[in-house]
């Protein structure tokens, strides 16, 4: 007869998969919790629905009929399915997850390569990290904490400026040895600059146009070469030797440090914003205090530390 478009209640088929699985009523019962019977009954109540027999009681046990045998791994695998993404949404483990927002750029070039040390100080907390190319400071409603790039008014939250910024220009070092004259480092003709390929995060054409502004150099409309809407995209650009990046120095700080590239102006231009943390304003729990406290200690000889008090609103 024709079966009706609706699945089998799910406690038969959850019955007859792990009777089927164990081929024994006994340890299918124990397994779930329920009377010898209760099994035998859902079974039935299954076979009934599909219209098929599913087992042949033999006295060894239970012996798989065909369509069984073919039912059993799609049954088997949907249930697996089920707990793994159960457990993976709703079941923690014993340890506390700590909820960081924050832009990608950060997340790659400062945030990753420092998480071991936090994890090996605090291997009792678990971090789930939500990551944007455009955090907006409303990244915390569903987060503990967020790190976001940004000028300040995020009302409604307690924030602290943590990271002052610089604008500059950076190259790699194979680009700088190709276009100066062995022995220089650094740029000193804007035309220069002007005509060797640039490039540039999105959004920050008016930045190029402020920093020769700044220089007296008025009317500079760039044209980069490559774009990209994360900064760590255009800096592996340029450590590649493509061209010149205009940016943020704090995204650039690992990359100086370690020689990937160079400072290729004498010229920073002071941010308006920088780098804040943000809170909600509300009781600080001892995992969110724990991550702050790591992230202050990280800070602390940063040349790009800053030192402003909290403010809430």
Known sequence: MPLPQVLPPLNALRAFEVAARLKNLAKAAAELHVTQGAVSQQIKLLE??????????????????????????????????????????????????????????????????????????????RLRLLSSAWPTGQSVNDADVEICHGEGGFSGYRVQ????????????????????????????????????????????KMGWRNWFSDLGDDGFQPEPLFESNHTSTALEMTEAGVGILFGLSFCFRSALDEGKVLKVHEHTMPAEGGQYLILPNATITPKVDAFCAWLMEELADHPERDNLEWSSS
């Not at 599909?50 to 799609?74: H, I, M, W």
């Not at 993404?85 to 700590?98: C, H, K, M, Q």
């Not at 610089?166 to 804007?190: C, I, K, Y």
């Open 161 to 204: 400026r943590i990271i002052k910024e610089d604008w500059m220009l950076v190259a790699s070092p194979s680009f700088v040895r190709t276009h100066l004259e062995e022995g220089n480092s650094q740029f000193t003709d804007l035309e220069q600059i002007k005509a060797l390929p640039l490039i540039s995060t999105l959004g920050f």
């Open 48 to 125: 009934q629905y599909l219209d098929t027999q599913l087992f042949y009681r033999r006295a060894r046990g239970l012996e798989l009929t065909d369509s069984a045998k073919a039912y059993l791994p799609v049954l088997t695998q949907a249930f697996t399915s089920m707990q793994a993404t159960t457990n993976e949404l709703f079941v923690s483990d014993y340890r506390p997850t700590i909820k960081v927002a924050c832009g990608t750029t950060f997340a790659q070039c400062w945030l990753m390569p420092r998480l071991p040390k936090f994890f090996k100080k605090h291997p009792e907390y």
